[in-house]
């Protein structure tokens, strides 16, 4: 089993700052990415940010200059850093992660449950 676990959300003001953390634990042997995806209600789910194994970074053009996608690779931890928020960033945030949990194995994405940031004043 694979677990995920985000942490990090909660209420903060426009142009405020958020520092969310997502660590993988369980049978792991390799994650080739981790991502951060984003839902508000009545709207679509967004990939706002990718890192891959090898630490190579994307970012949605909605976040770009203002998140910063990082991660520890020997953790199997990724942060997202979120600067200058903005009340439509408001949504929960999870952290998927494509796992390989043994050497014979494929690998497959695991979630966690999200970690819910609110901007407002």
């Known amino acids: 089993q694979v677990q995920l676990v985000e942490s990090g959300g909660g209420l903060v003001q426009p142009g405020g700052s958020l520092r969310l953390s997502c660590a993988a634990s369980?049978?792991?042997?390799?994650?080739?990415?981790m991502c951060w995806h984003r839902q508000s209600p009545g709207k679509q789910r967004e990939l706002v940010a990718r890192?891959?194994?090898?630490?190579?970074?994307t970012h949605a053009d909605s976040v770009k200059g203002r998140f910063t996608i990082s991660g520890v690779n020997a953790k199997y931890t990724v942060y997202l850093q979120m600067n200058s928020l903005k009340p439509e960033d408001t949504a929960v945030y999870s952290c998927p992660a494509d796992v390989q949990p043994d050497s014979g194995s494929i690998s497959s994405d695991y979630w966690g449950q999200g970690t819910q940031v609110t901007v407002s004043s």
């Open positions: 369980g049978s792991i042997f390799r994650i080739n990415t």
């Open positions: 890192i891959t194994r090898a630490g190579s970074t």
